[in-house]
């Protein structure tokens, strides 16, 4: 389990060997990695203020298990949240994705309907588990603004694209283009209401606590090569290393989890706070720690587990491709433009 002094008392972490008995193991189908997702929503409340701390570290102990499986359970919490903030019911037994990314050459366009009703025209990239997955929340373009609707995507009109996925990390988790002809969908929210709320912030951080709680697993890794191999004075370097990585990492996650949790849920956004500045500055941290772990692991190790051992090597490749949610250097130029704008450091 991940417990640590830096997250607050009752933050909770997953049953590990639970999660390993089922379907966190490499090669487990959608369905299986979906199932893990409802159980653990049963158990795991929206992401909120107040709920951070206990969000983030059932997400990363999820990812120490299975990377795919948080990269599954992580967009179905999402959702959840994001439904439970737009006071919108989820139907019982549904399973969720976030569908929110854009494309040059892509567009998908929210058209009222004759009866009032709303009709989704075009196409959405980077839908991850489309043609698994009963419902998704997904971003159209309504004039110059992107609103939010929910779409059942069991319906006549769409049409997910997996043969369009070959990545060698994640492949069971398809996230191919999406076509959208007339399909109905209800809105979420206003125009708008999705990208300005402090959780679309706060989403973000807690796909970063997903990537760290990946690298914790492939730490994981290198503390048994270490263990077995005691007078390997190049493998405890790497794995001093890989501590101290890890615990930055952490604290950044910890640092804003205090800070999304000790805003009171009924108030409204810490008027301290730049959320945008925070999310991003954290993912950035986050990224360039596990980076850091990953090339000092398999540094170490060597070939043999990236030849050998199917969970290593899916491990290295799913978490290699997740990590790539953030832009590197793109999100770098982001945060210095947030801040020559807006201040929002101390110095």
């Known amino acids: 389990m991940i417990r640590s002094a830096a997250w607050p008392a009752g933050a909770t972490a997953v049953d590990v060997d639970a999660l390993t008995a089922a379907a966190g193991r490499t090669g487990s189908a959608p369905a299986d990695r979906l199932a893990l997702a409802r159980a653990v929503a049963a158990t795991t409340p929206p992401l909120t203020a107040g709920t951070a701390g206990r969000v983030f570290v059932t997400l990363a102990a999820v990812a120490a298990v299975d990377v795919a499986l948080a990269r599954t359970v992580e967009p179905h919490l999402d959702a959840l949240g994001i439904l439970a903030q737009a006071r919108v019911a989820a139907p019982a037994g549904s399973t969720w994705g976030v569908f929110a990314a854009e494309a040059s050459g892509v567009r998908l366009t929210a ?36 609103q939010l609707f929910a779409v059942d995507l069991r319906q006549d009109g769409v049409t997910p694209h997996d043969e369009a996925w070959v990545a060698r990390g994640m492949p069971d988790v398809p996230s191919g283009p999406v076509d959208f002809d007339g399909v109905s969908a209800s809105a979420v929210g206003g125009p708008g209401w999705y990208l300005t709320r402090p959780g679309f912030a706060w989403g973000g951080i807690a796909v970063a606590a997903c990537w760290w709680g990946g690298a914790v697993g492939l730490a994981r890794v290198l503390r048994a090569h270490a263990g077995a191999r005691p007078d390997a004075e190049l493998l405890h370097v790497a794995l001093g290393g890989v501590v101290a990585d890890l615990a930055d990492a952490e604290d950044a996650l910890a640092d804003a989890a205090a800070r999304i949790d000790v805003r009171p849920t009924d108030a409204p956004a810490a008027p301290d706070v730049d959320w945008a500045l925070l999310a991003q500055t954290v993912r950035s941290r986050v990224r360039r720690a596990v980076d850091a772990v990953r090339t000092r692991t398999v540094g170490a190790v060597g070939p043999g587990p990236l030849t050998s051992d199917p969970a290593v090597a899916a491990r290295v490749a799913d978490l290699e491709l997740y990590v790539l949610q953030d832009h590197g250097d793109r999100d770098l130029a982001r945060i210095g433009r947030m801040v020559l704008e807006r201040g929002g450091v101390a110095w």
């Open 111 to 146: 058209m009222p309907a004759a009866d009032g009703s709303v009709l989704l025209e075009g196409t959405k990239p980077w839908c991850s588990l489309a043609s698994s997955l009963s419902h998704a929340l997904v971003t159209a373009h309504v004039g110059d603004a992107r």
